[in-house]
Every structure is written in C-alpha cells, then in structure tokens.
C-alpha cells in the first residue's frame, strides 16, 4: 500500500479539481447580489448622512465597490485551501489609512464587508434581509432622532469692552455654554465658547456684533472635537 503522496498529487486535487468545479452562474449570482446590495447601501448612506460639512460620493461608490470586491475574495478563497492561505498572507501587509472622520463611516464600511461577505458565501436571504432590516434601523434613527448640534462661537473684542456685557448676550441666547479657551491678540482678546443655541437661532452674532469694542463675532459648526 503506497502512502506517499507528491507535489503533484497536491496541487492536482487542490487546484485542477476545484477549479474544475467552478460554477460561473452562482459567482454571477453573487456577485449580483452583493451589487444590489451595496446599492442599496449606496442609497442609505446619501439619505441618512449628516455627519460632516461634505458629502463624499467617492466614499459613498467605495461602499458598493467595497461589497462586490469582497463577494469575489470571498468565491475564489472558498474554493481553493491554498488561494485562502495565499489571501489571507496577502492582505496581512495591505495598511489601510484613509481617515475616518465619523463613527458612522466605520459602520457603513462594516456592512458593506458583511454583506460582501454573505453574498459571497451564498447566504443570500441572510445577507438582503439583514440589510434591508439595518436600513430601516438607520432610516428611523435618522429621521426621527434629532440631535442637538453644538456650535463654536467665537468673538474678538477690544480689551476695554465689559466681559459682562458679552456673557449676559451669550446667557440670553443660548441654552447653554462653556469656556473653551482666551487669549490675547496685540490690543484685542479672542475668546471662545462652545453654545446650544435656541431653535437654531444666530441672532447671536448680530447682537455680539452691535457691542461696542467688539470687533468680529463668528459661529461655526462643532463636531465635538477641540484643538486649544
């Protein structure tokens, strides 16, 4: 009884003969799937995004590129033991560095890599009910939740103008605010607050700006991170 096995004899049944088995309507199927998936994120992500200044359409064509890529690591890696261990030594040495600037980001990345994932895998009910039941999650959060944004508020005065003055304006028209920084400019001072205006209302910086001795008065929107 011969047990010896050779290099041929590996890379025959690993490679030839799965290779042969290779069905090309369920990878056009899947990968399908995973483009009307990621499509569908596509379309989430525009109707629910508020999270920056700056729509990114490239970001947002990365998410559908981003499934269907996915799909396809996911077909050739299951149908071949060595290609999976070639990938996975492969992809140990890619770094990826774009930043993310919200946590939300992260989350549409996730899913679209999931549901890359399952649309490769074969799962494909799992994959479109899961989406579709995260959409409507994302939908309603988006649409019914309102979140408070908090502003920057900015103004460079004379040094003889009364501080007072400038708390009292900044009291009457916010619900609330804190000190964030002051400093000294020459014969001016710049001081900063973080607000919560009322209903939206920037009246602030006309009534700031009607103060005599104060120079500029600027709101801007705050996304929660400070650089002193």
Known sequence: ?????????????????????FSIIDALLGIGVAFMVGLFIY?????????????????????????????LVIMGISQNVLLSLGMVGALSIVRFRTPIKD??????????????????AGFILLAVIGSVLIGLVLLIFANKIKVEN????IIKYDQNA????????????TKRFSLKSKSMIEDYEEITYEIRVKDNDSNITSELARIKGVQTAVMLSYDGNFTA
Do not use: C, R
């Open 150 to 153: 908090p502003y920057l508020l």
């Open 1 to 21: 009884m011969n047990s010896i096995t050779n290099f041929s004899d590996i890379f025959k049944s690993s490679f030839l003969e799965t290779t042969s088995s």
């Open 162 to 173: 009364v501080n007072e003055e400038l708390e009292q304006i900044v009291k009457t028209y």
């Open 103 to 120: 946590p939300m980001d992260l989350v549409y990345l996730f899913w679209s890599v999931i549901a890359g994932i399952l649309s490769g």
């Open 43 to 71: 379309f989430i992500y525009k109707k629910t995004f508020n999270g920056g200044v700056i729509y990114s359409h490239s970001y947002n064509i990365s998410l559908v590129i981003m499934t269907m890529a996915t799909a």
